[in-house]
């Protein structure tokens, strides 16, 4: 049921920006929060943004969250070699009445 | 702080049932919506089911409606969820999550996680 749909992908270089799209649709993002998370390997994912843009005690400022319309991204800024993990965005779908996931996309530091 | 801790995988024949536990501690059980989210082994999260607070609602994925049923028990801090007619791709890694929202109406999303419990689906 995966109808956000982020690059399957993304990478960068230590202190690089690398940016991650989450695209959906009217009855997801473009009426409910987006959320995103961080799934490091072999751990539970974690919660990174919350409300759009709202970071959880304790999560770095070099993540940053943005949504305009049906679509939302990720930012990590100064990029560092424990940042590789999985990320996924969500988002309540009012159709659905259910939550959605999105693709995920692995981040790899070169 | 807040524990979540899944109890209750196993191997299971297709076609079979198992009901998967959740305890959970450090906050206000009784004032959190909860979800079942899983995720099949190398692939992605897949939401399962959500349940209101005070256990009223439910929703459930297309994927599992009618097969799954989550429930909660506010006195003992533990939420359920019961799974028939098992099939070979319910094989995951299964995840119990305190929604994000204090006495939320319907579910926003997930915050704290537990560690997971493995459902095997084979013959």
């Known amino acids: ?110 | 702080q807040v524990q979540l801790v899944e109890s209750g995988g196993g191997v299971v024949q297709p076609g079979g049932s198992l009901r998967l536990s959740c305890a959970a501690s450090g906050f206000t059980f009784s004032s959190y919506g909860m979800h079942w989210v899983r995720q099949a082994p190398g692939k992605g999260l897949e939401w399962v089911a959500f349940i209101r607070y005070d256990g009223s609602n439910k929703y459930y994925a297309d994927s599992v409606k009618g097969r799954f049923t989550i429930s909660r028990d506010n006195s003992k801090n533990t939420l359920y969820l019961q799974m028939n007619s098992l099939r070979a791709e319910d094989t995951a890694v299964y995840y119990c999550a305190k929604d994000l929202s204090r006495l939320a109406a319907a579910g926003q999303a997930p915050d704290y996680w537990g560690q997971g419990t493995l459902v095997t689906v084979s013959s």
């Open chain 1, 1 to 110: 049921q995966s109808v956000l749909t982020q690059p399957p992908s993304a990478s960068g270089t230590p202190g690089q920006r690398v940016t991650i799209s989450c695209s959906g649709s009217s009855s997801n993002i473009g009426s409910n929060y987006v959320y995103w998370y961080q799934q490091l390997p072999g751990t539970a994912p974690k919660l990174l943004i919350y409300r759009n843009n709202q970071r959880p005690s304790g999560v770095p400022d070099r993540f940053s969250g943005s949504k305009s319309g049906t679509s939302a991204s990720l930012a990590i800024s100064g990029l560092r070699s424990e940042d590789e993990a999985d990320y996924y965005c969500a988002a309540w779908d009012d159709s659905l009445s259910g939550e959605v996931f999105g693709t995920g996309t692995k981040v790899t530091v070169l």
